[in-house]
Every structure is written in C-alpha cells, then in structure tokens.
C-alpha cells in the first residue's frame, strides 16, 4: 500500500534502486499518474518540455514491450511501465507554448509597449531558440558550428548548435524528468527500474509513434521482490568525482 506519509527528498534518493524483479502485486495507477506530474516539474532546457510520457497499464501491451526490450525481468515482472520519450522534433510547437503564455503574461497591450526584459523573453524564443533548433539535414547545424567557431575565437558563445547537439539537450531534459519521476515514486515506496535495453524501432511501432521522436528510457514500475536489488549500493570513492575549487 501506498504510505501516507512521504519519505523526505534524502530518504526517498538512498531509498530508490534499480529494482530487477516486481512482485505480483498491483500498485495504484493513479499514484503514478501522479508521480509522471511531477516528473513534469523537472528543471528543462529553455522550457522547451521535449518529452512525452507513455504510461503503460495494459497487460497485452507490457508483455509487447517486454519482448521488445529483449524479455528482461525489469519489464516482465513490472505491474505498470513509464516509457520516456524525447520529442526534439515538437520544438516549434513548444516554443510558441512559451510565447502564447508570455504575452497572456503581459496582457493585451501593444508589443510596442513591452519593457526590455519582455522583449528579450519574446526574442528569446522568436529568434534564439530558431537559430540554435533549425537545421536541415544537418547542413545549417555545420554552418553554425563553423561560425560559432570563430566566433568563439574572439568572445564566449554557445557552441552545440548542431543537429546532434540539440538531441542531446532533449535527452538530458526528458533524463531530468524521468529521475523526478523515480525520486517521486521512491518516496511513496513504490520502486522502479530505468531501462536502456530495448529495440526503440519496435517500442516506437508499439506506441505508434512518429519516426522523429526517440525513446529515451523504459522504467519498470511495483513493489520490489527482496531479491529483485542485486545487492549492496556500489558507488566510487566520492573523493574521485567532487572537486572543490
């Protein structure tokens, strides 16, 4: 059962674990409905929110996945899964979101009449977020990186404008979203398992999806068997990855 009282952010981190094996007991979609919410929330990249979340409750429709995702137990066993899209694709869409809701912000006034920090969060997304997202079977993404190049010789400037560098940036995003997905479902002692091993061309035909759009991870989702962590937490010595300068 759901705990009604929820585990600090701390208790919830040190709690959660890449759970392998579920038990065969149903825990409640709409808590995790509730946890995609917040995973929602999560810090993104200009705002843009490139992702989708596919919340996987169909018995038919996990044992799909499952053999797409070459039968591992994370996603046998699952009562429910989340799989995590990235959607780099929906960038215009996404941005006149932003635009559409910064000029409800302001209110029916005449553009003219913006203040210069109103004006620079409408070029923000008019222009910068155009410039750094268009290209064209990633032609325009090496002419920015060459310019920006030189650019940078002389100043600091952005410089993953390409096609593949923009592919990144969503991932890290919808990477985000999935880890408050998990913290989130940690806390009310539900347990989870982000995978990478899947077939996305099949995952993609499952869920219908378009060509453009890339299946970031698929998360496991139930109550954790005993055996289902493999162990004790291993992490390197903190010392080998914290500098302080």
Not at 197 to 205: A, N, P, T, V, Y
Request: aromatic fraction near 12%; glycine fraction near 4%.
């Amino acid at each position: 059962m759901v705990v009604t009282n929820e585990k600090s952010v701390s208790e919830a981190i040190k709690y959660r674990r890449s759970v392998r094996f579920f038990k065969n007991e149903a825990i409640d979609a709409q808590k995790v409905k509730e946890c995609i919410q917040l995973a929602t929330l999560a810090a993104t990249s200009s705002n843009l929110q490139l992702w989708e979340f596919y919340h996987v409750v169909s018995p038919e429709i996990i044992q799909k996945v499952t053999a797409a995702s070459f039968g591992q137990n994370a996603a046998k066993t699952a009562q429910q899964l989340v799989i995590v899209v990235a959607r780099k694709d929906l960038w215009k869409k996404r941005v006149q979101s932003n635009i559409d809701y910064l000029k409800s912000l302001y209110g029916a006034k005449p553009e003219s009449t913006y203040s210069k920090r109103e004006k620079f969060a409408l070029n923000y997304y008019q222009k910068i977020i155009p410039t750094l997202y268009f290209d064209f079977l990633g032609i325009i993404g090496i002419i920015k990186f060459i310019v920006f190049k030189i650019i940078g010789l002389f100043k600091p400037i952005y410089r993953e404008a390409r096609q593949s560098d923009m592919r990144i940036v969503a991932h890290k995003s919808a990477g985000l979203a999935a880890q408050n997905f998990m913290i989130s479902m940690a806390a009310i002692n539900y347990d989870t398992c982000p995978m990478e091993g899947f077939d996305s061309l099949r995952i993609k035909k499952i869920l219908h999806l378009p060509a453009s759009s890339e299946i970031n991870m698929i998360i496991g989702c139930g109550l954790r068997e005993e055996q289902g962590v493999y162990g004790e937490r291993f992490r390197i010595p903190f010392e080998e990855v914290y500098f302080k300068l």
